[in-house]
């Protein structure tokens, strides 16, 4: 009976750390890490990030739902994608869906991606970041003037300006850095 217990505890604890290491992109990853999943999976995908990075920041695919992907990158979507033509050809528009969609949030063990995900899960599709429940709650204390009224800002959908490890899918309040407010957080 004892035997029974110890297989049944053996193999609890396996499942349990393999699903853990599944979610990292690697086991190293998982065991050496102390940063374990906290934001979002950086942009992998080269062909991702220099079609969408060279017009704005490459937003992760964890920060949306594949639905709302799937509405972003239409063929006719792009055709006036938030006030500017970024159409692309056939073959690209479907490898940066796939990719898109493939690393939504709710595909992704990221932390602020699975928060996303439960958050969109229901009602329509964002289309916009920044419609975001999540990001406009931890915004709404920083003064309009620091965003907005900022040369170098001008919007939150502008990530990489204050948030100094964007690319690397970390958005911590400790690595932000608003320019021209050195001491925003004082």
């Not at 939504?104 to 419609?131: C, D, F, M, N, Q």
Request: aromatic share 10%; proline share 5%.
């Amino acid at each position: 009976m004892l035997n029974k217990f110890k297989i049944a505890a053996l193999m609890i604890g396996a499942i349990l750390f393999a699903s853990a290491a599944y979610a990292e992109d690697s086991m190293g990853e998982w065991l050496l890490s102390f940063n374990r999943m906290k934001g979002v999976k950086p942009v992998t995908d080269k062909q991702y990030a220099k079609e969408c990075g060279d017009c704005h920041f490459a937003y992760q695919p964890g920060l949306l739902p594949a639905k709302s992907w799937e509405q972003l990158l239409t063929a006719d979507a792009l055709q006036k994608h938030f006030g500017v033509n970024a159409e692309l050809d056939p073959a690209t528009r479907v490898a940066i869906l796939d990719y898109a969609v493939n690393n939504a949030a709710e595909t992704s063990w990221y932390k602020r991606s699975r928060k996303i995900a439960v958050a969109t899960e229901k009602g329509p599709a964002p289309l916009r970041i920044t419609e975001l429940r999540y990001i406009s709650r931890v915004h709404q204390n920083i003064p309009e003037k620091m965003i907005k009224g900022n040369k170098d800002v001008k919007s939150l959908s502008q990530c990489n300006a204050c948030h100094t490890q964007a690319a690397k899918g970390v958005f911590d309040s400790d690595t932000v850095n608003i320019p021209n407010y050195p001491n925003w957080d004082d």
